[in-house]
């Protein structure tokens, strides 16, 4: 049984999609915690809803990246996970961070990386007036909003889009890729090569969203 943490700050609509497809698909694999930074995360009440352990360190307690870092860490730590899953966590995680959870983190970013990466990303594709936007799940690396990816889903961006409507659009096939790229981790059908990421048995590392969101 592999053992998963996800990391979220918010709303964690891509958490309950991990831990939805985790009990209705009988993953070898248990979400041991749901850690916050933010204690009113949305998403807390859900985890705590579905018996999963829920923790909170507040950023906001700590004068330095490092100090936190170090306490989201040993908490993390207490769990032992196989897997730490970002969801919506948004902060700027220091070298020393990500050094320890290599090749055993992964990160949704709503862009198709490596464009657009930060923040307001649908607003972004928008004034750069892409007419394909979307998501990337990837490993995590020291730089913000990089690393080898491991799975990519294309939305249309049509006419009278504006960015929640974009969002909202990228949101769903989030919800899609997120869940399955996890499973392939826990299932060890992931490595990296370089900037690539190998699944094995190979299947499509990519979803195309028609515009009422379905894939093709
Ligand atoms: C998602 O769109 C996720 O891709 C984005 O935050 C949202 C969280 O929603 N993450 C980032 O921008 C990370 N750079 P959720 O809390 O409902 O999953």
């Excluded at 507040?58 to 936190?68: I, L, M, Q, V």
């Excluded at 966590?89 to 949704?108: I, P, S």
């Excluded at 909003?145 to 889009?161: F, N, R």
Aim: glycine share 8%; charged share 20%; hydrophobic share 50%.
């Amino acid at each position: 049984m592999k053992k998963i943490v996800i990391l979220i700050s918010g709303r964690g609509s891509n958490m309950e999609a991990v831990v939805r497809a985790c009990a209705r698909d009988g993953w070898p694999a248990r979400i041991c915690a749901v850690i916050s930074n933010r204690p009113d995360a949305a998403g807390l009440g859900f985890a705590a809803a579905n018996g999963i352990e829920t923790k909170v360190v507040d950023h906001r307690e700590f004068d330095a990246r490092e100090s936190f870092d170090a306490a989201l860490a040993q908490e993390i730590d207490c769990f032992e996970p196989d897997l730490v899953v970002l969801a919506g966590f948004m902060r700027v995680l220091t070298d020393a961070f990500v050094a320890r959870y290599t090749g055993r983190m992964l990160n949704v970013h709503p862009s198709l990386l490596p464009s657009f990466p930060g923040l307001r990303t649908h607003q972004q594709a928008l004034d750069a007036g892409v007419r394909v936007h979307g998501a990337s799940v990837h490993f995590v690396t020291p730089a913000l909003d990089h690393g080898p990816i491991v799975a990519q889903a294309a939305v249309p961006v049509v006419a009278g889009d504006d960015a929640a409507a974009l969002a909202a659009r990228v949101l769903k096939v989030e919800h899609d890729i997120y869940p399955r790229a996890v499973r392939w981790f826990i299932e060890g059908r992931l490595s990296i090569e370089g900037e690539r990421v190998a699944l094995t048995p190979s299947e499509p590392q990519w979803l195309f969203a028609d515009i009422a969101g379905e894939g093709v």
